[in-house]
């Protein structure tokens, strides 16, 4: 009869023994999660920093192509500055503008064409004045500033005179 509980008390320290097994697992499996939450943690956190310098360096270093460019436009203005007379002064200008008007054309710029007549269109112009006038009201009849799209967008309405 001595045998029963003794061999309960031998289970008894099995289970125990089984279950301290489990814990410990458990604490192990735990440790690993912890520890690999930890690191894509600190990674995501690394990745957001770096994510973070790269925008910083696209704002920054972003419109250098445009600057390179610009360049030749701004050599241009030195060059007839030092050869400056009437007609070459004036051939100097033009070409500077033609070669400033390529690159923005290039880079997406696009004039918006302003004809007198047409409807004023919030979208497009601004309205600077108004002024009587025997043609529809609403219509355009001159345009005061050119205004401008870039990519489609405007950036810059065209300023215009409308008859009230």
């Not at 192990?28 to 973070?52: F, H, M, P, T, V």
């Not at 007549?117 to 919030?122: N, Q, R, V, Y």
């Not at 497009?124 to 002024?131: I, L, P, S």
């Not at 006038?133 to 355009?140: G, V």
Request: aromatic fraction near 6%.
């Amino acid at each position: 009869m001595d045998d029963p509980p003794n061999n309960n008390n031998e289970d008894n320290v099995n289970e125990l023994t089984e279950l301290r097994q489990k814990l410990e697992m458990c604490e192990k499996e735990k440790e690993e999660y912890l520890s690999g939450w930890r690191r894509s943690r600190a990674d995501y956190a690394n990745y957001k920093n770096e994510e973070i310098k790269r925008l910083e360096d696209v704002v920054k270093y972003g419109n250098a192509d445009i600057i390179k460019e610009l360049i030749a436009v701004l050599e241009s203005f030195d060059l007839a500055l030092q050869n400056f007379n009437e007609k070459e002064a004036q051939n100097g200008i033009t070409r500077m503008k033609d070669q400033l008007s390529e690159i923005l054309r290039r880079r997406g710029l696009q004039k918006i064409e302003v004809k007198a007549g047409e409807l004023f269109d919030p979208a497009y112009h601004e309205v600077v004045t108004q002024e009587e006038s025997e043609r529809p009201p609403d219509s355009i009849l001159e345009e005061l500033s050119a205004g401008y799209t870039l990519h489609g967008k405007v950036i810059k309405p065209s300023k215009v005179k409308v008859v009230k």
